[in-house]
């Protein structure tokens, strides 16, 4: 008993280095009653993306752009800029049997610093839908 009290002791520390993704932030009740979610989606601008490929795109962002990965502080504006999901656009379509390819390309209209155009960013995925791993990248 003793024992597994000490090494409790010693490993209950090493617990804060294991951190879990982050929750979704929810909006206040007051500003969530602002808002209506119609009883049919909207028309325009309406897809339907299968389950296989949100979950492939998801694979490949979180590979891409981890969820616990820091900037310094002194990154330039355009390392700011693209280190936020948003500044993506997302290409997949499926492959040979339990692939899915998975396109990843910076959005030249969201990180418009005024700088040269955008060459060296994005990257191409080659997803194993079956096993959900990563076969291959090409960046």
Not at 116 to 127: F, K, M, Q, R, S
Request: glycine residues 6%; charged residues 20%.
């Amino acid at each position: 008993m003793k024992y597994s009290f000490m090494a409790l002791l010693l490993f209950l520390p090493a617990c804060t280095l294991f951190k879990r993704p982050p929750r979704p932030v929810h909006a206040s009740r007051e500003e969530s009653a602002r808002v209506e979610i119609p009883l049919a989606m909207p028309d325009k601008g309406h897809q339907v993306i299968g389950g296989a490929m949100v979950r492939a795109i998801q694979l490949a962002m979180d590979d891409y752009l981890p969820w616990d990965r820091t900037l310094p502080d002194d990154a330039p504006p355009l390392y700011q800029c693209l280190s936020r999901r948003e500044a993506y656009d997302v290409a997949a379509a499926p492959g040979p049997e339990g692939v899915m390819f998975v396109s990843i390309i910076p959005n030249p209209e969201i990180c418009d610093v005024g700088g040269p155009p955008i060459l060296d960013v994005g990257a191409t995925y080659a997803i194993d839908v079956v096993g959900w791993r990563i076969l291959s990248v090409q960046q």
